[in-house]
């Protein structure tokens, strides 16, 4: 939780790495903030934090408990890098896969895709702003060609005069 670091850090304590959170290691940090006050805060964000925790620990278990419920669990979890937590991320979100026209489009959207594009791609040429569909690397290509094929068909029209 950034808050209870933060809180340590406004006072110039320095708390790096997980130690903070401990709960075993809570009242030596607490003895490192002089004042009362802060020091209450920073008990209030321990309580938060700890009830967090378990709030995440039953929701996690009722995740996992209705991904179970559905037959494409078993399929995305083939998938490498699919574990059951994203397993049941990628049920909730995609909902249904009838809601979109072709197979790649849900592949996009769920983040499944070999490719994926986003609006961001484009480049300055001659300090104007370009968009093209094609990836940035096939852009490159393409003008280079052009060029080359206009002054290879000039010199051909050259020769035939």
């Not at 378990?54 to 991904?67: F, G, I, N, P, T």
Request: hydrophobic share 35%.
């Amino acid at each position: 939780m950034n808050r209870v670091k933060a809180l340590y850090r406004s006072w110039g304590i320095l708390c790096g790495g997980q130690q903070v959170y401990a709960p075993r290691h809570r009242t030596e940090w607490l003895n490192k903030i002089a004042k009362a006050g802060v020091r209450r805060r920073a008990e209030f964000f321990y309580q938060q934090l700890d009830a967090l925790r378990e709030l995440r620990q039953a929701v996690r278990k009722d995740l996992l408990a209705e991904s179970r419920k559905q037959s494409a669990t078993k399929l995305l979890r083939q998938v490498p890098s699919i574990g059951p937590i994203r397993a049941a991320l990628l049920i909730a979100l995609i909902q249904t896969p009838h809601r979109f026209r072709t197979k790649r489009q849900l592949w996009t959207y769920s983040g499944l895709a070999i490719e994926t594009r986003d609006s961001a791609q484009y480049h300055y040429v001659g300090g104007q702003l370009q968009r093209s569909k094609k990836p940035q690397q096939l852009r490159r290509v393409w003008p280079a060609a052009g060029r080359e094929r206009s002054t290879t068909s000039t010199k051909a029209c050259s020769r035939k005069a």
